[in-house]
């Protein structure tokens, strides 16, 4: 499902057009990213928990050249669903 299809239900639902629609969506998907980026955790009970989740240095390999290489730390974005996600 696209961010226009949403935008679509939820303009059917609220009754609303579908340009106010998916300006509220975007509002929404912004806000959310705007927080996480910030280190909060945005959380809808019932539906999950987004937040930002560090992920420690580590060694790979580069398996073209046959070499270990080492990746940085960096923090990433993470979403857990609650228990009764999807039901």
Do not use: W
């Amino acid at each position: 499902m696209t961010k226009k299809e949403i935008s679509a239900i939820v303009a059917d639902k609220a009754n609303v057009g579908n340009k106010y629609a998916e300006e509220l969506v975007e509002i929404v998907l912004d806000t959310i990213a705007d927080a996480v980026s910030k280190g909060k955790e945005v959380t809808f009970r019932g539906f999950g928990t987004f937040k930002l989740v560090h992920r420690k240095e580590r060694q790979g390999r580069n398996i073209g050249r046959g070499t270990t290489i080492t990746i940085p730390a960096k923090d990433v974005p993470s979403f857990k669903p609650s228990k009764n996600f999807g039901e």
